[in-house]
């Protein structure tokens, strides 16, 4: 990660050739893996993670370790490239624990600074896709709070979003970071009704648990801190994704259904609603890329970048998935149609990592304003 150059100030919101041919290479895989019925009849089956998918994505494809040094087994690439991942990821409402594993995790385990010993060790196997681990704290966590596991590693932690997927629990403590095998004794991830079935919560309950004490307590919270910057920033580029899924159906839904022996989407009203909707996903774009690119070139104005982008992105991804739900008419309320999925996601990321009114009030309080 470089810090931006005085001389180049403008953040690159363009993507390149390489995230471009990343792009088609995740969208072949899930177009291939992840189609709706499939992902409507694993949330049906209970267990909506496809191994098979996350070993193609981490390992074969090599997006688990995009933000992992290539002297760690990693791409060596950075938050551009995983937000082009994570983008395809949200226009197919993939259940693959990327964000949480890839993101967030990954992140935290970076900023402990350490180049070996355990913390090397799991950054590795994470890259490797032979793991996935999670940040045992609520998806709602916008800031490390006061730890609510002691260093005993006992308590009660949750909602945490893809604990059911993970092989390993990072856990904030009173004493530190630890990491904690999912498997071991005294670990118990039950899981929690969730609104998203693709991105299932759990409750994590550690009862005289073993780990590995990764870091003290305040290199914890800023390492903490750090990944769930990372989440919040990336976190746009999947609700631009889901926006994206939704206007493209939409219009094309609107294009084919006739009414009074014309095209639905051919009356004024209609075609009014999508061309402002399509004005609110150019501008999320615009907003989740900033964000990316603060993050890949460890701006300082990266926490301003964040906030801006989840508070207009999440406002985003509910309008567009409630548009396409209601544009489709009859069609959209039915189970069989995928766009109930795209708005229970859109409205479990509203409040993931932060509100969009927390983000504001972190805006207001960045650009020293008055709170909104």
Known sequence: ??????????????????????????????????????????????????PQLWKALAADIGAAGLLVPEELGGQGAGHREAAVVIEELGRSVAPAPYL????????????????????????????????AAVLAVPFSAAEPGTATMTAALDGTLGPVADAAAADVL???????????AADTAGVAVEPCVSLDLTRPLATVTLTGATGTRLADAGTARAAVRRGLLAGAGL?????????????????????????FNRPVGSFQSLKHRMAQLWL????????ARNAADALATGSPETPLAVAVAQAYCSRVAVHAAEECVQLHGGIGMTWE?????????????????????RHRDTVAELMELPAP
């Open 337 to 357: 149609h995928p766009a109930h999925l795209y708005l229970k996601r859109a409205k479990a990321d509203s409040i993931a990592y932060g509100t969009a009114g």
């Open 170 to 180: 990072l856990v904030p403590t009173t004493d530190g970071l630890y990491a904690v």
């Open 1 to 50: 990660m470089t810090a931006r150059t005085e001389e180049n100030q403008a953040p690159d919101l363009l993507y390149s050739e390489a995230e471009e041919d990343l792009r088609a290479a995740v969208r072949s895989l899930l177009d291939d893996r992840c189609a709706a019925p499939e992902v409507i009849a694993r949330t049906e089956s209970g267990t909506p993670y496809d």
């Open 235 to 259: 976190l746009a580029s999947e609700q631009l994704g889901l926006a994206e899924w939704c206007l493209t159906e939409t219009v094309r839904y609107t294009r084919e259904r006739h009414q």
């Open 100 to 131: 949480t594993s890839s993101v967030v995790a990954t992140e935290t385990l970076l900023a402990l600074g350490t180049q070996d010993g355990p913390v090397a060790g799991l950054l590795t196997e994470l890259a490797a896709g032979r793991k």
């Open 280 to 287: 609110e996903v150019v501008s999320a774009r615009a907003a």
